[in-house]
């Protein structure tokens, strides 16, 4: 319940701050400059789908998990998406899916410009990995309440920058607020590569085999089939030493994404 009463109010606040821009919305990276990059791979940009526009989006990741996300963006300024999965989603026996849904809102505040980058304020409740029932998380916390800010720069190609700070309501091990950054660098029209790093401050207080003052260092390679499709191949947790927990949910795993974009 409590969750749900902050999301209905980000929502609310979203939609005004969505309301009062008259601006033409700008890029936040990637290699078409008609598709803004929603992700870099899993932390967010200041990026939103085009009035009207819906992306579908499924994450395969280890575990055999599987998540599946929707989103349309309702005005100039606004999106909204939802999201849903589980592990053992592919493979043998019983699933464990995630206990509830994942909402997810976005709304730009400012346009990029020659001198200052597009910045967007958001909520995302979709944490990644297993969710942990006795912590009452996900082995990697959600966003919560986030601002992000986004620059683009043509060099060889575009290059963006991401830099943002977020609140997670997944706290009961660690409330602080946390920092994320990454990069996206777009080759030949067609390809990404990208990579991300949230320093995970909310997330070194708790359990050992957590954040462990290191961090979640992710990357991907996306290709863009055209401005419709793109698949993306991800690594995720590049810097988890050896030691693993004995759940052994946390260490270097691959991934695989598939999207769909389009328009209503």
Same mark, same amino acid.
């Given at each position: 319940m409590k969750t749900t009463i902050l999301? %209905?109010?980000? *929502? !609310?606040?979203?939609?005004?701050?969505?309301?009062? @821009? $008259? @601006?033409?919305? @700008? $890029?936040?990276?990637?290699?078409?400059?008609? %598709? @803004?990059?929603?992700?870099? *791979?899993?932390?967010?940009?200041?990026g939103l789908p085009v009035r009207g526009g819906i992306y579908v989006e499924s994450d395969i990741y280890s575990h055999g998990g599987v998540l599946v996300?929707?989103?349309?963006?309702?005005?100039?300024?606004? +999106?909204?998406?939802?999201s849903y999965g589980g592990l053992g989603v592919i493979g043998s026996g019983d699933p464990d899916m995630n206990p509830e849904p994942g909402v997810h809102l976005k709304a730009r505040l400012i346009d990029e410009s020659f001198a200052l980058p597009a910045v967007a304020i958001g909520f995302d409740s979709q944490g990644r990995g297993a969710f942990l029932d006795e912590e009452d998380r996900y082995l990697v916390k959600s966003r919560g309440i986030y601002a992000v800010a986004s620059k683009n720069?043509?060099?060889?190609?575009? !290059? +963006?920058?991401h830099g943002g700070i977020s609140y997670s309501l997944e706290k009961e091990d660690d409330s602080d607020p946390t920092l994320f950054l990454g990069a996206i660098k777009s080759f030949s029209g067609f390809l990404d590569i990208t990579a991300e790093y949230d320093f995970a401050l909310n997330d070194n207080e708790g359990d050992e085999f957590f954040a462990e003052n290191r961090g979640f260092?992710?990357?991907?390679?996306?290709?863009?089939?055209? &401005?419709?499709? +793109?698949?993306? !191949?991800?690594?995720?947790?590049?810097? $988890?030493?050896?030691? *693993?927990? *004995? &759940?052994?949910?946390?260490?270097?795993?691959?991934?695989?994404? %598939? &999207?769909?974009?389009?328009i209503l």
């Open positions: 999301a %209905i109010t980000a *929502v !609310l606040a979203l939609c005004m701050a969505a309301g009062a @821009q $008259t @601006q033409n919305p @700008q $890029t936040a990276g990637g290699a078409a400059q008609s %598709i @803004q990059p929603r992700n870099i *791979v899993d932390l967010p940009t200041a996300s929707l989103g349309v963006g309702f005005a100039r300024y606004f +999106s909204f998406g939802i720069w043509d060099l060889l190609g575009a !290059l +963006s920058l260092l992710n990357a991907s390679v996306v290709w863009h089939v055209n &401005e419709t499709f +793109s698949i993306g !191949l991800e690594v995720r947790d590049i810097i $988890t030493e050896d030691k *693993v927990d *004995v &759940e052994d949910l946390r260490k270097w795993n691959r991934g695989l994404s %598939i &999207e769909y974009r389009g």
